[in-house]
């Protein structure tokens, strides 16, 4: 079975900051890997996704993750963090072709970005 | 619409009534989901269609929950005899088919289910 952890409940930076949200992951053969955002009172989004290729992937807002086999671990991150960027945030991992969809979500972590 | 849209957006009910919760996926995706997300928890995945295939029901947590799908479209979640701990927010996503869209779930905003 797979599992994904999100070890912060909680992250804090302040604006102009760079930001990580880590994820770690277990699952039986390759991985297919996803970042995904709520925001207050609004549906889960689509922010990026891990198949195969670069480890380095790049999504929406500014946002990336890097894929990290060997730690297992595929943490979430931008440059410089804005106040707008805070919600809440979900890894979730997949380990099948055929259905990538029937994802592990983690608990969340919620973003706070302080002016 | 252009999203994946979800009715009602919020149910109260008396525990042991029956509800319904309705998603229509975006048009041309093949594939739709049931999550359920429970106050400060992550997503519990409950059901998955495919096209005209089986559904996958390995995660529905009782007989009391049952979903349909009728004409690859329009999906209905039921939930029989509602008990308290099935307060929560339902959710419906749906996806491209192939691997184009491996995974990239498109959300609705959800249904919120209060059982008093």
């Known amino acids: 079975a797979q599992s994904v952890a999100q070890p912060e409940d909680q992250v804090n930076v302040a604006e102009g900051n760079p930001l990580t949200v880590k994820c770690t992951y277990s699952v039986s053969g390759n991985p297919y890997l996803f970042w995904y955002v709520q925001y207050p009172n609004r549906g889960l989004q689509f922010l990026l996704k891990?198949?195969?290729?670069?480890?380095l992937v790049k999504g929406s807002y500014g946002f990336e993750a890097e894929f990290n086999k060997s730690q297992t671990s595929f943490h979430l991150k931008k440059p410089s963090a804005l106040v707008s960027d805070s919600a809440l945030y979900f890894c979730?991992?997949?380990?099948?072709?055929?259905?990538?969809?029937?994802?592990?979500f983690g608990d969340g972590t919620t973003l706070t970005v302080k002016p | 619409g252009a999203g994946v849209s979800q009715s009602p957006s919020n149910k109260v009910t008396e525990k042991g009534k029956d509800v319904e919760l309705r998603c229509d996926p975006i048009?041309?995706?093949?594939?739709l989901y049931w999550y359920r997300q429970s106050l400060g928890q992550g997503l519990e995945f409950l059901i998955y269609f495919q096209g005209n295939s089986a559904p996958d029901k390995s995660g529905l947590p009782s007989d009391r929950f049952s979903a349909e799908r009728t004409g690859g479209s329009v999906s209905t979640l039921t939930i029989q005899r509602t008990q308290q701990e099935d307060s929560a927010v339902y959710l419906c996503a749906s996806s491209l088919p192939g691997l184009a869209g491996a995974g990239e779930l498109f959300f609705g905003e959800g249904s919120r289910l209060t059982v008093l």
């Open positions: 979730a991992v997949s380990p099948q072709r055929t259905n990538a969809g029937k994802s592990t």
């Open positions: 048009s041309g995706h093949t594939a």
């Open positions: 891990y198949i195969t290729g670069d480890n």
